[in-house]
């Protein structure tokens, strides 16, 4: 199988920081050094979301004068326990939380 095509896009979180002894001069500039502070949002971006965000934030960080800088971080995201196609497997069960019948009345009626 050819690897460019099973490779998966790069993938980011991204980190708000701050910094010293650096001066930035455009937005996508990276600090050599800098201290995470909190992360933007609990979740993955792609390389073109990631770029997004640092435009917007960076350049107006750049405007400011802060000392506070948005960096992309790249992440692996890996799905533990998942199988490939063949492999004999046992599915989770989950709890009832209504009968069938309840569940399909409540999430088809409506008023009108």
Known sequence: MDERR????QMFRLWIATYS????????????QATALE?????????????LFLEGFNSSM?????R?????????????????????????VFAEVSTPTEAGTAAYSHDG
């Open 62 to 66: 750049l405007s400011h004068g802060q």
């Open 21 to 32: 002894d650096w001066r930035p001069t455009r937005w996508n500039e990276s600090p050599p």
């Open 39 to 51: 992360l933007v949002e609990d979740a993955v971006f792609s390389a073109d979301e990631a770029a």
């Open 6 to 9: 099973t490779r998966t896009p």
């Open 68 to 92: 506070i800088w948005a960096v992309a971080i790249p992440v692996t995201v890996r799905y533990d326990g998942d199988v490939q196609p063949g492999v004999t497997v046992r599915g989770f």
